[in-house]
C-alpha cells in the first residue's frame, strides 16, 4: 500500500491507484485545481488518470478560487 | 526620464531589459501593471478584452473619465503618465489556452491576473510546461485577514499570492485593499525574481 506525502502528511492508497482516483476517493473536485506532484504542476486537464501512484509520491495541492 | 532613481546601475539594467506578461488587466492586472512601471520595468506584452466599467472603480486603476474605454488603451495611457518612456505591447483579445503560448512567448516571467478560477487555472496548465516562471494569485476577496495572503511557491516556475480560499461570491466582494495587497505581493514577486533578491 503506497503511502503519499500530501500537503506534507502521510496518507496511505490503495495498490495500484491513480491520481484521479486518489482525489475522488477523498471528494476533492478537479476542478480548478492546482496539483504539485513529485515537483511536476498539473492541472485537471492533464491525463491524472493515468499516472499510478508509488510510495513516496508527495501531492500539494491548490484551490484556484474566483477575484482578481 | 527615471522613475526610479533608487536602483544600482546594475537593477536598472536587469529591469531594463526585462519584459513581462501580464493576463487580465482588472483588479489585479492594472495595479501589478502601476507598482512594476514605478519599480523601474520598462517592457510589457499584456492582454484584456473588457472596456473600463464603473463597478472597476472600486479596485481598479482606472478613473471616472475613461469609463466605456477599452481596458488596454486606458491603461496604457495611465501607465505613460506615470512614465512616459515604456515599450507596451496591450492586445484587446481574450486570452485562450490557444493563444497564450504566443502571446506571450518572449515574456521573463508571466503573471496570472484573471478574474474567473477557470481562467487562471487554464494559464497554469498552459505556461507551466513551457518553464517560464508563472505569478499568480487565488483567494483575495472581502476585508481583512491580511496575514492569511501568501506567497507559496509550486514546482520549479510557479508563485502562487493569496490565502487559496476566499473567492469572489455575492457575500465576498473584491476590494480595492486586499486586492491590492494581492497586486502588490505579485509585483514585489515578479522584482525580487528579477533581481535575485529574496523573495
Sequence with gaps: MP??????????S????????FLQARNIPVDNLILEFNGQILTGKDPL????????DMLNLFSMVGGG | MNVNPYLTDAQQQILDRAKIGVAGLGGLGSNIL???????????VAADF???????LNRQFFFA????RKKTEALEENLRRIDPDLELDFRDLRLTAENIPEVFAGCDIVVEAFDKAEAKTMLIGVLAKHGVPIVA??????FGKSNDIRLRKAGANLYLVGDLTSGISPELAPASPRVGIAAAMEANTVIALLLGNEL
Design chain 1, 3 to 12: 503511502n503519499i506525502i500530501l500537503n506534507e502528511k502521510n496518507v496511505d
Design chain 2, 34 to 44: 502601476s507598482h512594476l512601471v514605478r519599480a523601474g520595468v520598462r517592457r510589457f
Design chain 2, 137 to 142: 494569485a487565488s483567494g483575495l476577496a472581502g
Design chain 1, 14 to 21: 490503495p495498490d495500484g491507484d491513480n491520481l484521479l482516483s
Design chain 2, 50 to 56: 473588457d472596456v473600463v466599467s464603473e463597478s472597476n
Design chain 1, 49 to 56: 488518470g493515468t499516472i499510478i501512484l508509488k510510495d513516496g
Design chain 2, 65 to 68: 473619465d475613461q469609463i466605456g
